[in-house]
């Protein structure tokens, strides 16, 4: 059922109207026990003290998608240590009576043999003309210890599927208002010659299975695919409307996720 509602947070001090929010629900008439909430709002930096609320423009009720994807990455690098590394490696080596040559992996026996080896691992400095001659004669180069660095943390993305199915000609309508509401919410509004940040969304899922789905945090909504169809083609109702429709949202939350946010424990 559409409703529209009254923003309470009037704006006359800045010299905007006041805005009423869409508040639309998929499919009609029906109570869901599970269902999926997009609750759009003005961009802003929140903080803990603040009430999104006050700058709502949009709610959104919606059966659970057919499908959530989470992607949480970790920034990953490698770092090639050298010498420093290699001397952390073998210090047991040196502390039980061991010297360089041993840290080299050279055999004592045979030494003057094995001096152009010791040379090609050596932690002097040789010009690059002279360091490769001497790899190229003795087949060996310097181990460069190389070793994974954690380097921070990705901003998160996650993926929402719906494949709807309106059951008459007025629930295909009100689909067709969500699905533009999210359209024109996602986007950016043109202020001069500048633009306006489009709106942050918040997710969450109601129901029982909500403490077994991701918990996700606001987000902007980076790009939504709405395909028109089934796999026998398009089909419509006689005023036009599709008869089956897929909608795939992909979201990018706005801050990083810690262990600390996960656990509840953030500052």
């Known amino acids: 059922m559409s409703m529209i509602i009254t923003d ?6 800045s010299g905007k109207e006041a805005n009423p929010i869409a508040n639309l629900s998929y499919p009609l008439n029906e109570l869901l026990t599970k269902k999926t909430i997009l609750k759009f709002v003005e961009y802003q930096r929140f903080t803990a003290a603040d009430d999104p609320s006050d700058k709502t423009r949009a709610i959104l009720s919606l059966p659970m ?3 959530i994807t989470e992607n949480n990455q970790m920034k990953i690098d490698s ?12 210090s ?6 061991g010297g360089l040559l041993d840290m080299l992996g050279i055999d004592e026996t045979g030494f003057w043999k094995n001096l152009t080896r010791a040379a090609s691992l050596s932690p002097w400095h040789y010009s690059d003309n002279q360091k490769r001659q001497v790899e190229t004669f003795t087949g060996v180069i310097k181990n460069p210890h190389t070793t994974a660095v954690f380097d921070g943390v990705q901003l998160r993305t996650f993926a929402l599927t719906w494949k709807f199915s309106p059951r008459s000609e007025p629930e295909s309508i009100e689909l067709h208002k969500i699905i533009n ?3 024109e919410r996602i986007h950016p509004k043109e202020s001069q010659y500048a633009l306006d940040y489009p709106d942050l969304v918040f997710v969450e899922f ?6 077994f789905l991701p918990k996700f945090y ?4 980076s790009a939504m695919t709405v395909n028109p169809s089934s796999g026998e083609g398009l089909a419509f109702y006689k005023d036009g409307a599709p008869i089956n429709i897929e909608l795939n949202l992909t979201f990018n939350e706005i801050n990083i996720v810690t262990r600390n946010t996960i656990q509840g424990t953030s500052s």
């Open 79 to 90: 770092f090639d240590g050298g010498l420093v590394s290699a001397l952390a490696n073998q």
């Open 65 to 67: 998608p057919i499908q």
């Open 181 to 183: 509401t999210i359209r």
């Open 218 to 221: 606001r987000s902007f909504i």
């Open 8 to 13: 309470s947070n009037p704006e006359a001090a």
């Open 92 to 97: 047991n080596k040196v502390i039980d009576g």
């Open 206 to 211: 109601e129901g029982e299975s909500k403490e």
